[in-house]
């Protein structure tokens, strides 16, 4: 049935996603990532986009169960972005009071709200603009930022 297809999509989208997420063990792994989201962006034309944004944005008003999912999905999405913050506290990279769960978040909406603007407008501008302000924000929080 079609719930069943979509659902399928939805978990095939999300581990597609995670399986691509790059490890950011050092603030040049976070800005290869970063590259690497406004290149993907850029090949995307007007095509463009997040495949959970776009499924989300059809879906989250009209299907509980995939709201439920999607949440889930980007709730993965964060922690693996996560994931890779706490390791540069851990390394000594970023300081010990580095809230990143908060900048994990960020990055996911800041990705987000540029991809959508990147497939509204041609362009990556604001894919680049929002991800360099919240990236200049965590680099501020280097154990070697003055």
Do not use: Y
Request: charged fraction near 20%; glycine fraction near 6%.
């Amino acid at each position: 049935n079609k719930d069943d297809l979509t659902r399928a999509v939805l978990t095939f989208q999300t581990e597609a996603i995670l399986n691509a997420q790059t490890p950011m063990a050092t603030l040049g792994d976070l800005g290869a990532w970063r590259d690497s989201i406004v290149a993907a962006a850029g090949r995307q034309h007007d095509h463009g986009g997040c495949p959970l944004g776009s499924l989300s944005s059809e879906l989250a008003n009209t299907r509980p169960w995939a709201r439920e999912q999607l949440a889930a999905s980007f709730t993965l999405w964060a922690q693996s972005i996560d994931d890779g913050l706490t390791a540069m506290v851990d390394n000594g990279i970023l300081r010990t009071n580095t809230d990143t769960r908060q900048f994990a978040l960020a990055l996911l909406a800041a990705m987000q709200g540029g991809l959508i603007l990147a497939q509204a407008q041609h362009t990556t501008e604001a894919l680049e603009a929002s991800l360099d302000t919240v990236i200049q924000r965590i680099r501020e929080h280097s154990t070697s930022a003055p």
